[in-house]
Protein backbone atom coordinates (compact mmCIF):
# COMPACT_ATOMS: atom_id res chain seq x y z
CA UNK A 1 0.00 0.00 0.00
CA UNK A 2 1.27 3.28 -0.74
CA UNK A 3 0.09 6.71 0.39
CA UNK A 4 0.00 9.10 -2.97
CA UNK A 5 -1.85 11.81 -1.78
CA UNK A 6 -3.66 13.95 1.08
CA UNK A 7 -7.24 14.86 0.61
CA UNK A 8 -8.17 18.59 1.35
CA UNK A 9 -11.72 19.39 0.52
CA UNK A 10 -12.06 23.47 -0.85
CA UNK A 11 -14.43 25.74 -1.84
CA UNK A 12 -11.89 27.14 -4.36
CA UNK A 13 -9.64 23.92 -5.05
CA UNK A 14 -7.08 26.02 -7.65
CA UNK A 15 -6.58 29.36 -4.88
CA UNK A 16 -6.25 26.94 -1.94
CA UNK A 17 -3.52 24.83 -3.91
CA UNK A 18 -1.77 27.96 -5.20
CA UNK A 19 -1.59 29.08 -1.51
CA UNK A 20 0.25 25.28 -0.71
CA UNK A 21 2.43 25.47 -3.73
CA UNK A 22 4.00 28.49 -2.49
CA UNK A 23 4.10 27.23 1.28
CA UNK A 24 5.63 23.84 0.27
CA UNK A 25 7.38 24.87 -2.92
CA UNK A 26 6.15 22.15 -4.86
CA UNK A 27 4.31 23.13 -8.02
CA UNK A 28 0.78 23.17 -9.16
CA UNK A 29 0.36 19.80 -11.44
CA UNK A 30 0.55 21.39 -15.03
CA UNK A 31 -2.57 21.34 -16.72
CA UNK A 32 -4.64 22.37 -13.74
CA UNK A 33 -6.06 25.74 -13.72
CA UNK A 34 -8.56 28.39 -12.08
CA UNK A 35 -12.01 26.59 -12.07
CA UNK A 36 -11.29 23.10 -12.35
CA UNK A 37 -12.77 20.62 -9.55
CA UNK A 38 -9.51 18.95 -9.05
CA UNK A 39 -5.92 20.48 -8.38
CA UNK A 40 -2.53 18.66 -7.51
CA UNK A 41 0.09 19.96 -5.69
CA UNK A 42 3.10 17.36 -7.19
CA UNK A 43 4.91 16.53 -4.23
CA UNK A 44 8.65 15.26 -4.65
CA UNK A 45 8.63 11.35 -4.32
CA UNK A 46 8.14 9.77 -2.07
CA UNK A 47 6.12 12.32 -0.32
CA UNK A 48 2.56 12.02 -1.14
CA UNK A 49 0.58 15.04 -3.07
CA UNK A 50 -2.15 17.69 -2.17
CA UNK A 51 -5.01 16.89 -3.77
CA UNK A 52 -8.05 19.49 -3.20
CA UNK A 53 -11.49 18.91 -4.23
CA UNK A 54 -13.98 21.05 -4.56
CA UNK A 55 -16.88 20.81 -2.06
CA UNK A 56 -19.98 22.47 -1.61
CA UNK A 57 -20.21 23.71 1.94
CA UNK A 58 -17.10 25.56 3.84
CA UNK A 59 -15.37 24.11 6.48
CA UNK A 60 -17.67 24.38 9.53
CA UNK A 61 -16.08 22.59 12.50
CA UNK A 62 -12.06 22.18 13.64
CA UNK A 63 -9.80 19.74 11.55
CA UNK A 64 -9.97 15.95 13.00
CA UNK A 65 -6.29 15.60 11.29
CA UNK A 66 -3.98 18.04 10.73
CA UNK A 67 -0.41 18.27 9.17
CA UNK A 68 2.67 19.45 10.76
CA UNK A 69 5.19 20.91 9.42
CA UNK A 70 8.83 21.20 10.19
CA UNK A 71 10.82 24.28 7.87
CA UNK A 72 13.73 22.62 6.28
CA UNK A 73 15.68 26.18 4.98
CA UNK A 74 14.21 28.24 7.96
CA UNK A 75 13.56 28.98 11.34
CA UNK A 76 10.14 28.12 12.64
CA UNK A 77 9.10 31.40 13.47
CA UNK A 78 10.85 32.92 9.79
CA UNK A 79 8.39 30.28 8.37
CA UNK A 80 5.71 31.25 10.52
CA UNK A 81 6.51 35.22 9.07
CA UNK A 82 6.37 33.76 5.57
CA UNK A 83 2.88 31.82 5.34
CA UNK A 84 1.54 35.16 7.24
CA UNK A 85 2.79 36.75 4.12
CA UNK A 86 1.33 34.19 1.81
CA UNK A 87 -2.02 34.80 3.39
CA UNK A 88 -2.00 32.38 6.21
CA UNK A 89 -3.37 33.36 9.94
CA UNK A 90 -2.41 32.37 13.23
CA UNK A 91 -4.95 30.14 15.58
CA UNK A 92 -3.06 29.78 18.30
CA UNK A 93 0.44 30.28 19.27
CA UNK A 94 2.39 27.51 21.59
CA UNK A 95 5.55 29.14 21.56
CA UNK A 96 7.50 29.61 24.68
CA UNK A 97 10.16 31.86 25.79
CA UNK A 98 12.54 29.60 25.92
CA UNK A 99 12.36 29.22 21.88
CA UNK A 100 10.17 25.65 21.98
CA UNK A 101 6.93 25.10 21.32
CA UNK A 102 5.30 25.49 17.60
CA UNK A 103 2.81 27.90 15.40
CA UNK A 104 -0.79 26.76 14.55
CA UNK A 105 -2.01 28.35 11.90
CA UNK A 106 -4.70 28.29 9.13
CA UNK A 107 -4.64 28.21 5.30
CA UNK A 108 -6.95 30.69 3.48
CA UNK A 109 -10.07 28.58 3.67
CA UNK A 110 -9.47 27.69 7.46
CA UNK A 111 -8.55 24.21 7.40
CA UNK A 112 -5.38 24.16 10.53
CA UNK A 113 -1.81 23.17 10.39
CA UNK A 114 1.17 23.82 12.67
CA UNK A 115 4.56 24.81 12.14
CA UNK A 116 7.12 23.19 14.53
CA UNK A 117 10.50 24.29 15.34
CA UNK A 118 13.53 23.61 12.25
CA UNK A 119 16.00 20.37 12.95
CA UNK A 120 18.73 22.46 13.50
CA UNK A 121 16.66 24.27 16.13
CA UNK A 122 15.39 21.19 17.70
CA UNK A 123 18.83 20.17 18.15
CA UNK A 124 20.53 22.87 19.44
Not at 13 to 27: D, H, M, R, Y
Not at 65 to 78: I, M, S
Request: proline letters at 8%.
Amino acid sequence: MQLRHITVDAGDPFALAEFWSGVTGWPVADGDVPGDDEVLVVAPAPVPGLLFIKVPEGKSVKNRVHLDWGPTERTRDAEVDRILSLGGTIHEDHRTPDGRGWVTMKDPESNEFCVERSESERTN
